[in-house]
């Protein structure tokens, strides 16, 4: 019965490699967003998608690529991992215009 | 750049005390505020919200307050209690929808028992 779902809940991996992140949202929403959030608790968007339209793109580094199949996924693909891309990597879902942004449980991410 | 940011980072507080965060926005333009409560090892969950055309919306337990004269908005926490510990959040955005929202930086909540 979980709402925002995403695998791995874990993924620790070496610089240089190619990885995806995952989620899920089972609550019938239509727009879906990928946060960063690092050592500092400091969270910041990175990407947006409505009905499957890419609609926010932070300045972010084009190794990292989002994609949502259909309205209830977003995946997200790190090409060339960086020490620095070590972060938890949130999921958020909402119905567009509604108010709440409801968030999965994260993926910490860690580049060795 | 536009930005949200906390007064205090860390606030520890006795059980059953009352705990006020505090939030100070620079967008004059933001309309629309949400409180998020982040439990160690989890997701940011939804706490309560306000739009701008209101100063005070209360929930169980909770209150947040706006005063866009000074551009602050506030938690106010009534009888804390351990299960409140928590990281706590500000965020906003514009045009009455939250398609993009702007976080602060956090504050750190502690009940001692």
């Known amino acids: 019965d979980t709402a925002v779902s995403q695998t791995p809940k874990y993924l620790v991996t070496q610089m240089g490699n190619d990885k995806s992140i995952k989620c899920e949202q089972n609550l019938g929403h239509d727009t879906m967003y990928w946060y960063k959030q690092d050592s500092k608790k400091f969270l910041k968007i990175m990407f947006s998608?409505?009905?499957?339209?890419?609609?926010i793109n932070e300045t972010v580094p084009n190794r990292f690529s989002p994609k949502s199949p259909d309205k209830a996924h977003l995946n997200l693909h790190i090409n060339s991992l960086e020490l620095g891309d070590s972060a938890v990597y949130f999921c958020a879902s909402t119905k567009w215009e509604s108010g709440t942004q409801y968030f999965g449980p994260g993926t910490r991410l860690l580049v060795l | 750049g536009e930005s949200v940011g906390l007064h205090l980072p860390t606030l520890s507080v006795q059980e059953g005390d009352n705990s006020i965060i505090n939030c100070a926005y620079s967008n004059s333009a933001s309309d629309y505020f949400i409180w998020y409560k982040q439990e160690s090892g989890k997701g940011p969950q939804f706490i309560i919200d306000i739009r701008s055309n209101m100063d005070k919306r209360q929930g169980q337990r909770v209150t947040v307050l706006l005063n866009k004269t000074v551009k602050h908005l506030s938690l106010q926490i009534a009888a804390t209690q351990p299960g409140d510990s928590a990281v706590y959040f500000c965020a906003e955005t514009l045009g009455g929808s939250n398609y993009k929202l702007t976080f602060g930086k956090g504050t750190l909540l502690t009940v001692n028992p």
């Open positions: 998608y409505n009905n499957k339209e890419l609609i």
